[in-house]
């Protein structure tokens, strides 16, 4: 049997761990988010914070790309 091609690039892989807890009525939330190819990372306290690390990363790795 043949093996698949991906279907998305790897470097375009992150890996997501988060944990939502609430407290009472407010929700506490609390994530990490890596670049697996570079090994970039950050902890965040806002699902926001991690959508504009995974955005401010692939425009980094483009614009390596496109320097080449």
Do not use: C, K
């Amino acid at each position: 049997m043949a093996l698949s091609q991906p279907t998305l690039p790897t470097n375009h892989a992150f890996l997501i761990q988060f944990r939502a807890q609430i407290w009472e009525a407010l929700m506490a939330w609390d994530g990490r988010v890596e670049h697996v190819v570079s090994g970039r990372a950050m902890h965040s306290h806002a699902p926001e914070e991690l959508l504009t690390f995974t955005g401010d990363v692939l425009a980094y790795m483009q614009r390596q790309l496109d320097s080449r």
